[in-house]
């Protein structure tokens, strides 16, 4: 038995891109970052790639803008691609099996 499973609460980090691959079925992508504070004090913060499809994507179409506060629950992808220059890359995504907008970032 396995468990590939992700959870997180964190900020969207610029508006989201979506794609339409095909008619009336699209694909959001992402950036949330999640910040830390470990023993020595110094914040951390990750970046996470996230991808909604279909219903889910249409939502964030709709809602969310940088800024956004995000829980998300979803599992870990990894898949190759070629970039312009031809290199093959690898990217691990967390495909978005469920999310909830919790709010906004706090103005400075």
Do not use: C
């Amino acid at each position: 038995m396995s468990v590939n499973k992700v959870i997180l609460l964190g900020y969207v980090g610029a508006d989201p891109e979506i794609r339409y691959p095909e008619k009336d079925k699209p694909i959001a992508f992402v950036s949330l970052a999640t910040n830390e504070v470990p023993m020595n004090g110094v914040e951390k913060t990750e970046w996470h790639k996230l991808v909604f499809f279909a219903d889910t994507a249409s939502i964030v179409e709709r809602y969310v803008k940088k800024g956004t506060q995000l829980y998300v629950e979803g599992r870990l992808s990894t898949r190759e691609y070629q970039d312009r220059m031809k290199i093959t890359r690898k990217r691990t995504e967390i495909i978005v099996t469920f999310f909830e907008i919790v709010g906004r970032k706090p103005e400075s």
